[in-house]
């Protein structure tokens, strides 16, 4: 079987935490903890006649220094930038941090995932912004903690894209 390191990165409040137990648990909780370090989970994923498991690392959220350790870094295989659709901030930090990943690790496959979709009228990253990103090669996904949408495609997607690495 294969097993790849996925990296969960952001500013905290994000919902990277919230993410993973809807992938890994289908569950979603209106109470917020803060993540301390890191936390990993693991689940199987089939990509087409392939298991991949991927062991999913929930960093705590960067702000204001973005001081991520390296150490949690080494050995991903994948990462994921969640940005709070809700506040622009988060992606222009996000952006930040796959500055400091590209230094430690190099070119690894990543997805944007813009989180909080069930909350898209409130959004302050605009099309413009996405189209940007596209632009510059990312993939952009639009995602749900909370109603669980483009979850599972999500992590399907990063796990296919790892196995063609």
Same mark, same amino acid.
Request: with cysteine; proline share 2%; aromatic share 8%.
């Given at each position: 079987?294969?097993?790849?390191?996925?990296?969960?990165?952001?500013? @905290?409040?994000? =919902?990277?935490? @919230?993410?993973?137990? +809807? &992938?890994?648990?289908?569950? &979603? @909780?209106?109470?917020?903890?803060?993540?301390? =370090?890191?936390?990993?989970?693991?689940?199987?994923?089939?990509? =087409?006649?392939?298991?991949?498991?991927?062991?999913?690392?929930?960093?705590?959220? *960067?702000?204001?220094?973005?001081?991520?350790?390296?150490?949690?870094? +080494?050995?991903?295989?994948?990462? &994921?930038?969640?940005?709070?659709?809700?506040? +622009?901030?988060?992606?222009?930090?996000?952006?930040?941090?796959?500055? +400091?990943?590209?230094?430690?690790?190099? *070119?690894?496959?990543?997805?944007?995932?813009?989180?909080? /979709?069930?909350?898209?009228?409130?959004?302050?990253? *605009?099309?413009?912004?996405?189209?940007?990103?596209?632009? /510059?090669?990312?993939?952009?996904?639009?995602? @749900?903690?909370?109603?669980?949408?483009?979850?599972?495609? /999500? &992590?399907?997607?990063? /796990?296919?894209?790892?196995?063609?690495?």
């Amino acid at each position: 079987m294969i097993q790849k390191k996925v990296c969960m990165l952001g500013t @905290s409040a994000v =919902g990277k935490t @919230s993410l993973v137990r +809807r &992938f890994v648990h289908g569950i &979603f @909780s209106d109470t917020y903890l803060t993540t301390i =370090g890191v936390k990993i989970d693991k689940k199987v994923v089939p990509v =087409g006649g392939d298991e991949v498991t991927l062991l999913l690392w929930d960093l705590y959220g *960067e702000d204001r220094f973005l001081k991520l350790s390296e150490r949690y870094l +080494r050995g991903a295989a994948g990462f &994921f930038l969640v940005v709070d659709g809700t506040r +622009r901030s988060t992606l222009d930090d996000a952006l930040q941090l796959h500055t +400091r990943v590209h230094t430690v690790l190099g *070119e690894i496959p990543g997805i944007i995932l813009l989180n909080k /979709a069930d909350l898209r009228q409130d959004w302050e990253v *605009e099309e413009e912004d996405i189209g940007h990103l596209a632009e /510059a090669g990312w993939k952009v996904l639009p995602t @749900s903690a909370k109603n669980g949408m483009g979850v599972e495609d /999500a &992590f399907t997607n990063l /796990a296919a894209q790892l196995l063609d690495a």
